[in-house]
Nanobody
Framework: QVQLVESGGGLVQAGGSLRLSCAPS????????MGWYRQAPGKQRELVAT???????NYADPVKGRVTISGDNAKNAVYLQMNSLKPEDTAVYYC??????????????WGTGTLVTVSS
């Protein structure tokens, strides 16, 4: 079973920056895409940003211009640089790695989450 290890969360003041990292604890494998999602208290998990193995990125509107996703395919690592953080960015952030399978349906591997708290 793939285990993803996340790091970089913490408490930061509004306007500050954080960099989240995520990588598997064991062997690497082929990927389709990687991404970050977040879940605020009382809300559903939502997309933050994704990056394909080819480097194409996609960002949710609330974070556009403030966050940058990057990845290292060789390490299966994905990063999220977050700048100009706002209190509404407070959430547990989860990384997701999608890997191809022989069935044609990708396998999803989730991290356990890292808490980001932005104080006003």
């Amino acid at each position: 079973q793939v285990q993803l290890v996340e790091s970089g969360g913490g408490l930061v003041q509004a306007g500050g920056s954080l960099r989240l990292s995520c990588a598997p604890s064991g062997s690497t494998f082929a990927i389709d895409s990687m991404g970050w999602y977040r879940q605020a208290p009382g809300k559903q998990r939502e997309l933050v940003a994704t990056i394909t193995s080819g480097g194409s990125t996609n960002y949710a509107d609330p974070v556009k211009g403030r966050v940058t996703i990057s990845g290292d395919n060789a390490k299966n690592a994905v990063y999220l640089q977050m700048n100009s953080l706002k209190p509404e960015d407070t959430a547990v952030y989860y990384c997701l790695i999608r890997a191809p399978t022989t069935t044609g349906r990708p396998a999803n591997f989730w991290g356990t989450g890292t808490l980001v708290t932005v104080s006003s």
